[in-house]
C-alpha cells in the first residue's frame, strides 16, 4: 500500500470552482464552463488516496 503525502501550493487565478470529480467511462472527470475551453487550468486533489501497489 503506497499513501501519498500532502503538497502545499501557492498559485494565482482568476477564478476558482470547487467541484467532485465524476465518473466518465474508464476515467474521471470534472465539467468546466465552456468559456474555458482552451485556456491553461490546474486541477488539484484535496482528499488523501490510498494506492494499492
Do not use: C, R, Y
Not at 494565482?12 to 465524476?22: G, H, L, N, P, S
Not at 468546466?32 to 494499492?52: D, R, S
Amino acid at each position: 500500500m503506497k499513501v501519498l503525502l500532502g503538497t502545499e501550493v501557492h498559485t494565482t487565478a482568476f477564478q476558482v470552482i470547487d467541484k467532485t470529480v465524476k465518473s466518465i467511462g474508464n476515467s474521471g472527470g470534472v465539467l468546466i464552463p465552456k468559456k474555458w475551453v482552451g485556456k491553461k487550468v490546474k486541477i488539484l486533489l484535496l482528499e488523501k488516496v490510498v494506492e494499492e501497489d
